[in-house]
């Protein structure tokens, strides 16, 4: 069986590399575990001075897995609460890796998925890539993400994503600030690993950059913590809301739910 993700060093260049394309490199219990693995192993590795998180397929990572949404009506709210915490500690250890962390996106970046872009250090999409945290579609609420974002880009600009759902183009990402530019796919993998990511690995001190991160990853980092775990509260109390019930349902059988 092949691995969920993979990982690569290459001049001082760490790759991580989601692999599920088959399913649109949707987020399992196992995804989670692997590229929290994959994570810790780049941050001890002495040769890795910068990493990209990419994924194989036409789309980066189209949120939770089919298989794990439904497994979450049988959920009981102490479980529910458990994996949310798993999301938020992987959430976090992205946020605050000592290295710097560039999200190559291709395709759609959708709920979670998006939530990895959210907690990158740096972002280039395709200019066809689209993003959303369409949780809300579904009666679900993106509550991990809703930290990491409203840090990144203010509360209004967080708020106009996470309330409507919708979908944006990597040009309006790009504009809300969510990523750092976008190009055609033909250009990307070359700007971000030979370009940009090689840059930083040949011009920047390994040690400044992680300093840099730290200090800023500090500025509110009791206030974070907190809210992040009442964030995980939240997550798991909406899973079990008879609205998330009913869009679950609906989406597993392809249907609009009715609100």
Same mark, same amino acid.
């Given at each position: ?13 760490? #790759? ?5 394309? +088959? ?36 789309? #980066? ?5 089919? +298989? ?10 102490? +479980? ?29 970046? &959708? ?84 370009? !940009?990511?090689?840059? &930083?690995?040949? +011009? ?23 809210? &992040? ?21 609906? !989406? ?8």
């Amino acid at each position: 069986m092949e691995r969920a993700v993979l990982t690569q060093v290459e001049n001082q260049l760490g #790759f991580i590399t989601l692999n599920r394309p +088959e399913k649109r490199n949707a987020l399992s219990p196992q995804l989670i575990t692997d590229l929290a693995e994959a994570f810790s192993e780049m941050g001890a590795n002495p040769n890795v001075k910068v990493v990209i998180l990419q994924a194989k397929g036409r789309a #980066f990572c189209a949120g939770a897995d089919l +298989e794990y949404i439904q497994s979450l009506q049988n959920f009981t709210f102490e +479980e529910n609460l458990e994996d949310s915490h798993r999301l938020k500690l992987l959430f976090s250890q992205i946020y605050e890796f000592p290295k710097v962390v560039i999200a190559k996106v291709q395709g759609h970046a &959708l709920a979670g998925g998006c939530g990895l872009v959210t907690v990158c250090d740096f972002a280039f999409a395709d200019s066809d890539a689209l993003f959303g945290y369409t949780e809300a579609k579904i009666g679900f609420v993106p509550a991990l993400v809703s930290v990491f974002l409203a840090e990144q880009i203010g509360h209004y600009r967080a708020g106009e994503l996470l309330i409507s759902g919708e979908m944006i183009s990597a040009k309006k990402a790009d504009e809300f600030g969510l990523i750092t530019g976008h190009m055609s796919g033909d250009s990307l993998d070359h700007w971000v690993a030979h370009e !940009f990511a090689a840059k &930083l690995i040949r +011009e920047n001190s390994a040690f400044s950059m992680s300093e840099t991160k730290r200090l800023l990853r500090s500025l509110g980092k009791e206030a974070r913590d907190r809210a &992040l775990d009442a964030a995980a509260e939240a997550n798991a109390r909406a899973r079990v809301h008879e609205d998330c019930k009913k869009g679950i349902a609906a !989406f597993l059988t392809k249907n609009k739910p009715t609100w």
